[in-house]
């Protein structure tokens, strides 16, 4: 009963290096998100996924990609970190293609990414 | 475009107090009106959600909410507040129209629960 699983939970990069974070679902949920949250800004989307094979940009998609071979995976690739990616990144996940898919909307614990 | 403002960013009450916090949003129609929790460390959990029908919305944990048109408002409240609800909670709005189901964040509200 895993629902969404992120790793690593932390990490800290050096500028200009990169990075993928993992993202897993057990649900079969077709739309999957990556978010991320800055202190005193609430969540902004950086890319979303409404099936396999089918990826498009969000708010804040500069400096990120993504990819999705498999249902079960939604990893978020970072190509030369800068300081300003320092944040905490969410995946979710959620059931369904009717609005009423919110009711499904899964949130993984999060990855702590500071860039040095 | 959508935006969800909580004026508030840090709110600090005491063990069994009530507790009320806001979210005004802009939207262009009626919007899907969500609540979420995030506790230290952990991801966010939803509380309740407004979608049609009654304005006064109940959730879990005791929490309750009421969407008001004219105010477009969607304010958190609880009538006796536990040390266990400390924690970070962020109102969202869900694009209606789309079946994207993109949510817009407000900035958050941090809880402090004195015993």
């Known amino acids: 009963n895993a629902g969404v699983t992120q790793t690593p939970k932390f990490r800290i990069l050096k500028i200009g290096q990169s990075m993928t974070l993992q993202c897993a679902q057990d649900?079969?949920?077709?739309?999957m998100y990556w978010y991320r949250q800055d202190p005193g800004m609430g969540l902004k989307l950086i890319y979303y996924?409404?099936?396999?094979?089918?990826?498009d940009k969000g708010e804040v998609p500069n400096g990120y990609n993504v990819s999705r071979s498999t249902t079960e995976d939604f990893p978020l690739r970072l190509e030369l970190a800068a300081p300003s990616q320092t944040s905490v990144y969410f995946c979710?996940?959620?059931?369904?293609?009717?609005?009423?898919?919110?009711?499904?909307?899964?949130f993984g614990s999060g990855t702590r990414l500071t860039v040095v | 475009a959508q935006s969800v403002t909580q004026p508030d960013i840090h709110i600090t009450v005491s063990e069994g107090a009530s507790l009320e916090l806001r979210c005004n949003y802009s939207y262009g129609a009626t919007p899907y009106l969500f609540w979420y929790v995030q506790s230290p460390g952990q991801g966010l959990q939803l509380l309740l959600k407004?979608?049609?029908?009654?304005?006064l919305v109940q959730g879990i944990k005791g929490f309750e909410a009421e969407f008001k048109r004219s105010q477009s408002s969607f304010n958190l409240r609880k009538p006796s507040v536990h040390w266990s609800d400390a924690a970070e909670y962020f109102c969202a709005v869900g694009d209606r129209g789309s079946t994207l189901g993109r949510l817009y964040f407000g900035r958050g509200t941090q809880l402090t629960v004195w015993p």
């Open positions: 996924s409404v099936g396999a094979g089918i990826t």
């Open positions: 979710a996940a959620r059931r369904g293609e009717s609005i009423a898919g919110h009711y499904g909307y899964t």
């Open positions: 649900m079969n949920h077709n739309y």
């Open positions: 407004y979608f049609s029908g009654d304005t």
